[in-house]
């Protein structure tokens, strides 16, 4: 049976081509909001940080109905970082509009993301948004999206997809660039005609496919996924199998069901073919698992989830300061939460370490993880990190691989030189090299992962906030050597107190401070950069000797630098091997592995 009410699709492309902002342009004109509805911008990133950042981190599921049509739509991360969560909506769609900058073009993502579906044979309606850019040039990214489809194998049909033109921030579409714009109709009716309404055999078994998991503390785990085949119902009995693990069968018994319709998740008794819907009530749901009738358990195939590149361990706080600012700083919380996170992020790995006091977590890039350190954080946990390290592998004569980026870097002309220079000395080769619009040059890199850590901070820096710098996993590739990081040495607090002016203007003259007067510190502590290459031990809590005589001259007041306030990323980026980061809901602040002197010095020997 086909269900022509329905349409399943889902919104790919790069970082800040303007996908979020496309979903909520189609919401506010399907009339989900009433007319005096107070709308937040980018209604679809819910979370905190996510409207912080301007960025998608977990896919989310809306529905719209247009013209007796319910179109269900997913709006997907575009960092690569989050490959993992597009790469497992996919299949419960049976289409994608695949939404690209009409100044910047293809970017590395939208390639990743389009070869997903392409290799789903899914078909792929192409949206040129933000054409009213003034430096916007929708003709030439035409031919960049065509270049690519052909580069990618695109299918005769999927090579002649429609191209529909549009500004989801001023909520218009056209199909022609001579058309004067109006609304969003366009669009709307380009998915109904071009997109297949979902097929099923609806007297078969029931089989649903979990791509999704959402967690809620009232109602415990949500698997959201679409019916491939037959009915489900509320009360029905059910068996759980996974496509990788044939030999596990769970009976379970379905609770709660609800199909999506607007922002709202609405109850209903049963659903069919071709409906995605969210289904609570079964704890040991995962992403991957079908749901079945007993009669038949058959799984759908499902692809397993790219492999994490980089690793750090969680550690329990253990400083002189520990415990004073977080609500959850056990070991057993730290356990409990990590795990807890597991749930619904794919990408992530968490392994127990031969310590109970840390535990090793992978993902797939720095923003993967330093997104999971503050989230922990705001929810008031307190634990230590240590520096990103790469994953390595083995290859098949032994040799030691190791994960490489494929790095886009857009920059100023001016900065290009600076740029290769920096990348090079970590390791970066120089693919290719080409003019960009607006008067940038595209320089193409493959880089080790490790050769990326640390650098975003820098390439800031060196660009003067011009340059843009994209990255995407490429492959495993043999290890290119060592890299000399960290050029300078650490400033470190060897007594605890409270730091002091005087002190402070002492020790900012060996090199750049990272706390201001009135902070409490501990021995052990990094309280600044060094501007030599060894770590320098100094007193930041010295007071100035009172005497009897005084000069006019030596009560003048004492100038301080402002101390430099990293973020967490520059924390992150800034420690080394034998430091940590410690975290709290209040606090970040960097600090030697071994806070004992002597003892460091020893174990430097």
């Keep these: 049976m086909k269900r022509e009410d329905i349409r399943n699709i889902a919104i790919i492309a790069h970082v800040d081509h303007g996908k979020t902002t496309l979903v909520d342009c189609l919401l506010r004109q399907s009339g989900i909001f009433r007319a005096n509805q107070v709308v937040e911008e980018r209604v679809m990133d819910s979370n905190d940080l996510e409207r912080e950042r301007g960025i998608t981190i977990l896919s989310k599921n809306t529905a719209i109905n247009y013209n007796g049509v319910k179109i269900n739509i997913i709006d997907t991360p575009g960092h690569a970082d ?28 939208t390639k990743f993301v389009l070869r997903k579906a392409l290799e789903l044979a899914l078909p792929v309606i192409v949206c040129i948004n933000k054409i009213d850019r003034p430096e916007a040039d929708p003709e030439r990214v035409i031919d960049e999206v065509l270049e690519l489809l052909i580069e990618l194998d695109a299918s005769e049909e999927q090579l002649d997809c429609p191209f529909v033109y549009a500004s989801a921030k001023a909520g218009t579409a056209i199909l022609e660039l001579s058309d004067s714009p109006q609304n969003m109709k366009p669009l709307l009716d380009t998915i109904l005609e071009y997109i297949p309404a979902p097929e099923g055999d609806e007297n078969a078994g029931t089989q649903v496919l979990i791509s999704t ?118 070991s057993r919380h730290l356990r409990e939460r990590l795990f807890r996170e597991l749930n619904t992020d794919v990408s992530l790995r968490v392994e127990e370490t031969d310590t109970t006091e840390a535990f090793k977590v992978s993902g797939r890039g720095e923003l993967h993880l330093s997104i999971l350190i503050e989230t922990m954080r705001r929810e008031g946990y307190e634990f230590a990190v240590s520096k990103a390290q790469v994953i390595y592998k083995t290859g098949e004569h032994g040799e030691k691989l190791e994960p490489m980026e494929r790095a886009i870097v857009d920059v100023p002309e001016e900065f290009a030189g600076t740029v290769i220079e920096k990348l090079s000395g970590r390791k970066g080769e120089l693919l290719g090299m080409s003019t960009a619009a607006g008067g940038y040059t595209r320089l193409e890199f493959s880089i080790p992962a490790r050769g990326l850590i640390g650098y975003r901070g820098e390439f800031m820096t060196d660009t003067k906030g011009n340059g843009i710098l994209n990255t995407i996993f490429d492959d495993y590739a043999p290890y290119k050597g060592d890299i000399a990081f960290r050029k300078q040495g650490s400033l470190i607090a060897f007594e605890a107190g409270e730091s002091v002016a005087y002190g402070l203007h002492i020790a900012q003259d060996r090199g750049t401070l990272f706390i201001g007067p009135g902070e409490q510190v501990y021995a052990g502590m990094v309280v600044g950069q060094s501007g030599k290459g ?32 990293l973020s967490l990323e520059q924390a992150l980026e800034f420690i080394d091997n034998d430091e940590l980061l410690e975290v709290t809901p209040k606090s970040l602040r960097i600090r030697k592995k071994i806070l004992d002197s002597t003892l460091r010095k020893r174990a430097n020997r």
């Excluded at 597009?86 to 993502?109: C, H, S, T, W, Y």
């Design 82 to 109: 989050f490959g993992g969560e597009v790469e497992r909506v996919l299949k419960m769609v049976n289409g994608v509009i695949l939404v690209v900058d009409a100044f910047e073009g293809p970017m590395p993502q």
């Design 213 to 330: 998991i959402d967690y809620n503390e009232y109602v415990g785990r949500i698997g959201v996924g679409k019916v491939d085949n037959g009915v489900i119902k509320v009360g029905q009995d059910a068996v759980i199998v996974n496509y990788h693990n044939p030999d596990q069968t769970k009976k379970v018994k379905i609770s709660k069901l609800y199909e999506f319709d607007g922002l709202k998740r609405n109850e209903v008794t049963s659903a069919t073919v071709g409906s995605i819907v969210a289904i609570s009530g079964i704890d040991d749901l995962h992403i991957g698992d079908t749901i079945c009738s007993p009669d038949s358990p058959k799984a759908i195939p499902f692809q397993k989830i790219s492999e994490p590149t980089l690793s750090m361990n969680f550690v329990v706080n253990d400083s002189p300061l520990a415990g004073r600012e977080g609500k959850w700083v056990t």
């Design 534 to 565: 060894e770590d320098i031990e100094l007193n930041v809590c010295k007071r100035k000797q009172l005497t009897n005589t005084r000069s006019s001259a030596a009560d003048e007041a004492l100038r301080l630098t402002p101390p430099k306030i």
